[in-house]
């Protein structure tokens, strides 16, 4: 079974602008997290999508932001991005059946660098 | 408000010696535990869940609803052992943050 994928894997961008990041979770999973991991606030969930829905949020402004697809992908968008921003993403996906809670797989991550 | 705590930020200890990484929760109801570990240019993977009762790399954590801890052990470290380690509760899902981690240093 193919793991989870995240695209690009590292991106540099100026202040200012905008940048999409993609993942595709393992086939059959449909819930989908993203978390922002620097060194010194570890890892912070960001958001969590389950059958294109938003089912919870993070301690994030409104410039975080993401979807869900049909095919149960998902993106995240960071628009006017701030130096502060300059972190490792990663996105997660797991199994969901109601009342149980499975592990969740980790991507790789993509590298954002805002300068 | 329900929350996890991992009050070390680094843990150095020698090769051989026992190693204990602290994980203190505050939580209604019955949290399911989890600890996920990353090595060094490796994706964040689940190390262990408390449900199971397993024995990973050597590593055991019990529940402790009184003392509302989840702490991870071993009794002889190795070098590999060397990683970021973040305590979950249930698992980092629903929402829930995991702790900031101890990055765990085993020195030769």
């Known amino acids: 079974k193919a793991g989870v994928t995240q695209t690009p894997r590292y991106l540099i961008k100026t202040r200012g602008q905008q940048v999409t990041l993609s993942c595709s979770p393992i086939?059959?999973?449909?819930?989908v997290s993203w978390y922002q991991q620097t060194p010194g606030q570890g890892l912070q969930f960001l958001f969590e999508y389950f059958s294109e829905t938003q089912r919870n949020k993070g301690n994030f402004p409104g410039r975080f932001s993401g979807r869900q697809f049909s095919n149960s992908r998902s993106e995240m968008n960071v628009s006017t991005l701030e130096l502060g921003d300059s972190a490792l993403y990663l996105c997660?996906?797991?199994?969901?059946?109601?009342?149980?809670?499975?592990?969740?797989?980790f991507g790789p991550g993509t590298r954002l660098t805002v300068t | 408000a329900q929350r996890v705590t991992q009050p070390e930020k680094l843990l150095s200890v020698f090769k051989g010696a026992p190693v204990e990484l602290k994980c203190n929760y505050s939580?209604?109801?019955?949290?399911?535990l989890f600890w996920y570990v990353q090595y060094s240019r490796q994706r964040l993977q689940l190390l262990l869940r408390?449900?199971s009762r397993e024995s990973i790399k050597g590593f055991t954590a019990d529940l402790n609803k009184g003392e509302t801890s989840f702490h991870l052990k071993k009794p002889f470290a190795q070098e590999e052992d060397s990683a970021m380690y973040y305590c979950a509760p249930r698992g980092g899902a629903d929402g829930l943050t995991f702790g900031k981690g101890t990055h765990l240093i085993i020195q030769p």
């Open positions: 408390h449900i």
């Open positions: 997660a996906s797991r199994y969901t059946l109601a009342g149980l809670t499975y592990e969740q797989y």
């Open positions: 086939s059959g999973h449909r819930s």
């Open positions: 939580y209604s109801g019955s949290p399911e």
